[in-house]
């Protein structure tokens, strides 16, 4: 009886953990007398916070390495075994002897698993295969006909996986690295022997770190938005998997941007970075997909959905199949893509133990990997004000009687006097609509200005002056976006085409776009950019190219996704001026100069328990991020808390002339914007926002803390402790008072 | 393990508190529109943040009923019984055994139930423990109708214990019980539609023919909701989306205005303060304020991938304090959202506005507005707030911005009124001196001649053609028929003239509408105009009436020449052309109040033109009243077929364009 009652209460407190609380009021007292008034409690918990997190070390995973393991490598840190016969392997980290299993060993009474889920759950390589229907069927390892060589390479080994029935290989080769363990698949080793069978998805040992329900306390990161966090539980809300193409769909897969002017599409993965906490403070692992990451996939599975494991993968996509229409009525076959995607596989499990094991550790050991790597460079200063963005709409167009004349909304002079009212001397400021003919044409491909707004030398002189005061200033470009119904670009030779044919279609800004080729977008940011920057003084702020990946069926254009990757990074690398990018996706993070519109949140996926700064903390100390706009904040005073906690730099949108005048315009999306409403506003906000931000300019987040629910204490690397209090209480505890909804920064706590 | 579960859940909802005082923040699945300009949605900050979803433990359940101290009743439809919550927490369950599928939910202040029970068919009362006290079925009162069924769904309470109930299919309203059970009547019947070709069927059908169509019947209401002063309000699923929410009188008149709505509403909620929900199908939920204004419309349907704020089968709308809850049949839970700081701004705008605290609301709505400058009601609410303050001026511009036509003509009409009362004396004592001016100047004319002079050069004018011309034009005044007469012999008017005019009714009509006050014009913004299609419009008109009218003149012995018929419209027309500006000037110091006169001068004016155009076909024609009666008929009519051909060619055309296209596409593609 007594252990029934330890196991309650062990229950309990994981629980209580998994959901996040002020469990310790609630423990002991008897629930059924302590309900919460209306007026103590208004009403459920969201999950668009980050909960408390406690070490709690009573738990147990088993730990043991079979016989059938051999040892291969071993480094200063690590060990690795693998089981030569299956591939499966294991990691020991030295440092705190912690095991980490790459599959499943023995399957328990209420694990859920099927023997197809057996089997993926046991197997280290799995793959969808299609048929020539299109119709997909998933194998593993360890329940279908198959050939393993396996050959020691150095500090691992290689194995050649031949799925016999379907006549596709593999070649997998497992390295033990400094930080953890890499595992490779160069395209070369992957074979399609018979013509029959395609090989769809990639698997790579799904169930790595895989734990179950409830029986570890710890979460899964996926790194949607700013960052989710899955914390382990018995049960789940999710009724599905969580499938989320890492970069986004490919536009060229799926033709068109699906439109819905009553949803917000969920964030797209911008890095290709999951990772799984076995124990806060304890043990951690991380893994990032260093190649192949435009065609990955990442997969996640919260206990409960099908099996009782929490899972993470990222799976590779090979071939997809897609509908191609026959006629214009929408009529059309399902069929296969006609060439196997092209690209290398490497996945990198990082493993971090002891007091980086958390999401903070995480994106510590990310940011360290990205650094290593030359993949993100310091761009910030260590002290001075903060930054803030301030993005103008330059002019619109209109239509009278039949042809177009623009609507100047903010000149350059405007500008001008604007910025000099302000006064902010670290501002970023961004030019859109600057074009003739403003913010829905094609901009030229040399330095024009819409006549209404001012001169180019004006422009000049405006930005040498926001210059030299310590700021920078941008004009908005998108190489990609080809206007509807604009000059600008030839429709029949400038534009990406979808698989089916048809020209990729999406839209932005409130215009409707089409996708220019590699040739175009070359062609027109070299244009612009040789330019623009000619006399170094503006930059430009690129929108879409940060993110949009999209691969090009054209005949004679073909281009793939992992190509368009590196030709993007390759045109950008050409251009020797200032770039600031629109929530950019990873590779474009060693270029840029600043990140714009750093998502505060995530999709809001029910099953998720936590939203955390992930992203924040992996730019922390290197390069400035900016919110989103805060004209169109509902809660501004949620979100202006959320941006401290996060060490997110404001930004406003603005016009000299009220929103009212482009109110027929493809920019009435801006619906609130005219400085004689915001001004007074911005500089109150900076004043606030920087007496807290300054002193922790530069510097790397180097831990964050949930002292209660809705209290959030985040540290700097210089020491300096920022607290902020989301609840509508004021927050005392150790000589700290932090007001009710507001902010306060401290010297760490040693 | 079983023993567990219980305590979980008991564990689960006390867990589920949130910090108290924080207002959540999220990213939103569904972006926010309000109501803007030109009867138009615009986006805005969101109104309301998805909060959480709350799994329970029910089963299909299809009515909730949040009651003022925050307790939620659910009737669980799939398990036959009602469920009441406290804290997400089920503390109470009623009528297990009792109930089949209840499907309508009521509680009042004494924790009383009333359930519509669509698995029996009857109404059931529970007392606040549960108890069964009365129940009933179909009603045996005759006034019930003979071949009614009794299929209560949904059911609605009001302070005076007079129960509403939504019978399924029912034409004739919501049907009105007292506790008894006893039918009293039925209230608020939705009106059947009635189309062109069903009139048409009435009117040539016999009744056995008749009979074969499915009835045209009003829709059945699909919920009720009732306030706190006792309106009825009723949502109709499957009528026209303007209409679908109704709210009624005592006397069962409908006083919703016709508004942005949905055709799939499921639900309705009305809150104390005056604050409107309903719910679609589509899990698009709608807030009005209580007097039928749409303040925001947003929600988002959950296409698999279970973002919180998503919904995919909502039943049940309901509010308590920040909180919006929408229970969802599929889902087995309620989706809450939290008001957002913005939308809490509107709110308290919106609730003083309505009680006709338009001073005090004033400053919220400009608060709203420097967040959205779109935001159209909040122009209306400072409108009212500028007019009961006296400053009209300010009243007028911002009445203009919220395209209140009524408000416009009323802050006019004190400004008008200001305006008269200054200068009248003054305006009227210089008629006065005019007239004496003039009086003595005509005395001095008479004995001196002095104005000679100048009257000879005036009349030699006419020796120019195109003054000759305009002279003419004047004559049709008072001899029309002659006039035409002259024209026929080629006496007097010209082609040129002729033209002029017709460009002179162009520029007139368009002129017209530019100038016609804001009050009187179907327009709300200049922008509105499209200057191409008004020229297009009146040229055309124009041209099709001297085409048809000629050629049918043609055959049918008309003496008349093309020559004839051109100038003779033009003739026709000066009416028009010569009073259409003057009377979109004159609108420009009119209010509603003298609507009349601006009707009337207009119609006029047509009528004018229109006896012309018939005394002109009559006259250049040579016909009797009753040839040119009918002359007059068949051209109207063969511009009617003008009409009709031109579509059809250009139906034919653009699909003969859309055709080669696709070739071109095709062959691009593929070649």
């Known amino acids: 009886m007594n252990r029934i009652i330890s196991c309650l209460a062990v229950v309990c407190l994981v629980l209580g953990l998994a959901v996040g609380s002020q469990s310790a009021a ?221 970069y986004g769909q490919d536009l060229g ?92 596989v490497k996945v990198h499990y990082r493993f971090l133990t002891k007091d980086d094991s958390d ?29 803030i963005r301030l993005e103008f709409l330059g002019a619109e167009k209109q239509k009278i009687l039949l042809w177009y004349s623009s609507i100047p909304v903010t000149t350059v002079n405007q500008m001008s006097t604007i910025l000099s009212d302000l006064g902010l001397p670290k501002a970023d400021v961004v030019y859109y609509g600057w074009q003739p003919l403003g913010a829905s044409s094609m901009p030229p491909q040399s330095l024009k200005l819409d006549g209404s707004l001012g001169s180019v030398d004006q422009l000049r002189s405006l930005a040498d002056k926001v210059r030299t ?103 950008l690398s050409q251009n020797l001026g200032p770039m600031a990018f629109y929530a950019p996706n990873d590779y474009m993070f060693a270029l840029m100069k600043a990140y714009y519109d750093m998502p505060l949140g995530n999709s809001g996926y029910i099953y998720t328990s936590d939203v955390v700064p992930f992203l924040q903390i ?74 807290l931000l300054a002193p922790v300019k530069g510097q790397a987040i180097v831990a964050r803390e949930v002292l209660q629910q809705g209290v959030v204490a985040t540290t700097y690397a210089n020491g300096k402790r920022i607290v902020v209090n989301y609840t509508g209480q004021p927050y005392s505890a150790g000589g700290l008072t932090v007001n009710a909804q507001d902010a306060v920064i401290t010297e760490a706590v040693p | 393990m079983k023993k567990i579960l219980p305590l979980l859940a008991v564990f689960l909802a006390l867990l589920l508190l949130a910090f108290p005082g924080g207002r959540a923040r999220a990213d939103s699945p569904y972006t926010t529109w309000a109501y803007g300009p030109r009867g138009g949605l615009v986006i805005t900050q969101d109104a309301y943040s998805p909060y959480t979803e709350v799994d329970l433990p029910i089963n299909g359940a299809e009515d909730m009923f949040v009651s003022p101290d925050g307790s939620v009743y659910i009737a669980d439809t799939g398990n036959g019984q009602i469920l009441k919550l406290k804290d997400w927490q089920v503390i109470a369950t009623y009528g297990k055994g009792t109930l089949q599928s209840p499907t309508g939910l009521y509680v009042d202040d004494q924790g009383t139930m009333y359930v519509a029970d669509a698995g ?112 009825v309000y009723t949502v109709t699923a499957g009528t026209s989306s303007h209409q679908a929410i109704r709210k009624f009188t005592i006397a069962g008149k409908n006083i919703f205005p016709d508004t942005i709505g949905s055709r799939t509403f499921r639900d309705i909620d009305v809150s104390g303060d005056g604050l409107v929900l309903a719910v679609d199908a589509d899990g698009q939920i709608y807030e009005y304020d209580v007097n039928g204004g749409l303040l925001f419309i947003f929600g988002a349907k959950d296409k698999g991938e279970q973002r919180t704020g998503t919904l995919l089968n909502p039943m049940a709308i309901g509010r308590y304090k920040d909180f919006i809850y929408v229970l969802d049949k599929d889902k087995n839970a309620v989706v809450v959202y939290q008001t957002t700081a913005f939308a809490q701004t509107v709110h308290n705008g919106v609730r003083l506005y309505i ?198 003149s043609t055959i049918t012995d008309g003496e008349g020449r093309v020559r004839d018929v051109v100038i003779g419209t033009a003739y026709s027309l000066f009416p028009y052309a010569l009073f259409a500006l003057p009377i979109a000037l004159l609108t420009n110091v009119l209010t509603f109040n003298e609507v009349f006169l601006y009707t009337f001068t207009q119609d006029l004016m047509y009528v004018w033109v229109a006896m012309m155009l018939f005394i002109m076909v009559q006259e250049v024609h040579n016909y009797s009243f009753g040839e040119t009666l009918r002359n007059v008929v068949v051209t109207l009519f063969t511009m009617g077929l003008f009409l009709l051909t031109g579509y059809v060619l250009y139906v034919l055309f653009s699909q003969l364009v859309d055709f080669v296209s696709t070739l071109i596409q095709e062959i691009g593609l593929r070649g």
């Open chain 2, 355 to 552: 009680n006709g605290f338009y001073d005090e609301a004033k400053p919220y709505f400009e608060q709203v507005l420097n967040h959205n400058g779109s935001f159209i009601l909040s122009y209306q609410a400072i409108a009212d707030a500028y007019f009961k303050e006296q400053n009209y001026p300010a009243a007028l511009s911002a009445y203009r911005l919220a395209e209140d036509r009524n408000g416009y003509s009323q802050a006019f009409w004190e400004l008008r009124n200001i305006d008269l009362q200054k200068y009248l004396s003054p305006a009227l004592l210089g008629i006065l001196g005019l007239v004496v001016v003039q009086a003595g100047a005509r005395r001095l004319n008479q004995r001196t001649k002095w104005t000679e002079p100048a009257g000879h050069w005036l009349r030699g004018l006419t020796r120019f053609k195109w003054v000759d011309d305009l002279v003419f034009m004047f004559r049709f005044i008072k001899q029309p028929a002659d006039s035409f007469y002259y024209i026929k012999k080629d006496e007097r008017g010209s082609l040129g003239f002729a033209f002029l005019i017709y460009a002179w009714v162009v520029v007139a009509r368009v002129l017209s509408l530019y100038s016609t006050a804001f009050i009187f014009s179907p327009y709300s913004s200049p922008s509105q105009i499209h200057v191409e299609n008004e020229v297009l419009t009146v040229l055309g008109l124009m041209v099709l009436w001297v085409a048809a009218n000629y050629l049918v």
């Open chain 1, 359 to 387: 999401y903070v550790g995480m994106a510590r050991s990310y940011q360290q990997y990205l650094v290593e790597k030359g993949m993100l460079k310091k761009t910030t200063d260590a002290s001075g004000d903060i930054g």
């Open chain 1, 26 to 246: 609630a423990q002991g007292s008897a629930p059924a007398n302590n309900q919460v008034t209306p007026a103590q409690g208004t009403g459920p918990t969201n999950n668009q916070f980050t909960q408390v997190d406690h070490v709690d070390t009573n738990w147990h995973i088993d730990q043991t390495i079979p016989d059938n393991y051999s040892l291969v490598a071993e480094n200063a840190t690590f060990k690795l075994y693998v089981d030569l016969n299956t591939l499966a392997f294991k990691v020991v980290d030295k440092r705190s002897g912690y095991v980490w299993h790459s599959t499943l060993d023995q399957k328990a009474a209420d694990d859920r698993l099927n023997k197809s889920w057996e089997a993926f759950a046991k197997s280290g390589v799995s793959i969808n295969y299609l048929d020539q229907q299109a119709v997909s069927r998933r194998v593993s390892l360890t329940d279908s006909k198959h050939t393993l060589e396996v050959k020691p390479v150095d500090q691992g080994v290689q194995g050649l996986v031949t799925f016999s029935d379907v006549g596709i290989t593999v070649g997998v080769t497992l390295q033990l690295e400094a930080s953890g363990v890499s595992i490779e698949v160069p395209f070369d080793s992957v074979k399609e022997s018979d013509p029959e069978f395609k090989l769809g998805l990639l698997y790579l040992y799904p169930f790595f770190g895989a734990t179950r329900g409830d029986s570890v306390p710890g979460y899964m990161f996926i790194p949607d938005g700013s960052g989710a966090l899955i914390r382990f539980s018995s049960t789940t809300k999710a009724k599905n998997m969580l499938y989320d193409r890492i």
């Open chain 2, 120 to 231: 029996k068919n009857s109404v059931f009362i529970l007392d606040k423990n549960g108890n069964v006290m009365k129940e009933f079925g179909r009603p045996t009162e005759p006034l019930f109708g003979k071949n009614r069924q009794f299929l209560p769904r949904k059911i609605a309470v009001d302070a005076r214990q007079n129960l509403y109930v939504i019978s399924e299919g029912s034409v004739d309203g919501v049907a009105q019980f007292n506790t008894q059970g006893n039918f009293i009547g039925y209230f608020g019947a939705n009106a059947s539609q009635m189309s062109l070709v069903m009139i048409l069927q009435r009117t040539f059908l016999t009744k056995e023919q008749l009979s074969q169509f499915v009835k045209n019947e009003a829709p059945s209401p699909s919920n009720i909701a009732i306030d706190d002063q006792g309106m």
């Open chain 1, 618 to 691: 992996v730019l922390a100390g290197y390069v400035p991020y900016y919110g989103k706009a805060l004209n169109f904040s509902s809660n501004l005073r949620q979100d202006l808390l959320r941006q401290i906690d996060y060490g997110v730099y404001p930004s406003y949108f603005l016009t000299h002339e009220p929103t009212g005048t482009f109110l027929n315009t493809p920019s009435k999306w801006i619906y609130s914007s005219s400085y004689g409403q915001w001004g007074q506003e911005i500089k109150n906000t900076y004043q606030w926002m920087n007496s």
């Open chain 1, 469 to 571: 005061s310590g700021g920078n200033f941008y004009l908005y470009f998108d190489p990609q976006a080809a206007l509807q119904g604009q000059g600008g670009y030839s429709a029949r030779n400038d534009l990406a085409m979808a698989i089916t044919g048809k020209n990729l279609a999406g839209y932005s800004r409130g215009n409707n776009d089409y996708y220019l080729n590699l040739d175009a977008l070359q062609s027109h940011t070299l244009g612009l950019s040789k330019v623009v920057f000619s006399s170094g003084q503006i930059g430009l702020a690129l929108d879409g190219i940060g993110w949009n990946l999209y691969s090009d069926f054209k005949s004679g254009h073909f281009l793939n996704r992992v190509d368009a990757m590196q030709k993007y990074q390759e045109l």
């Open chain 1, 253 to 344: 897969m799926i033709g068109s941007v699906p439109w819905d002017p009553f949803v917000v599409p969920p964030y797209q993965a911008s890095i290709p970075v999951t990772g799984m906490v076995h124990g806060y403070k304890q043990n951690a692992f991380l893994s990032v997909v260093e190649k192949g990451a435009a065609y990955g996939e990442i997969q996640v599975h919260p206990a409960g959905v099908i099996t009782n494991f929490n899972f993470l993968t990222t799976a590779f996509v090979y071939n997809e199949s897609y509908f191609q229409p026959t006629n214009r009525a929408g009529d059309g076959v399902t069929t296969l893509q006609h060439e196997t995607n092209h690209f290398d």
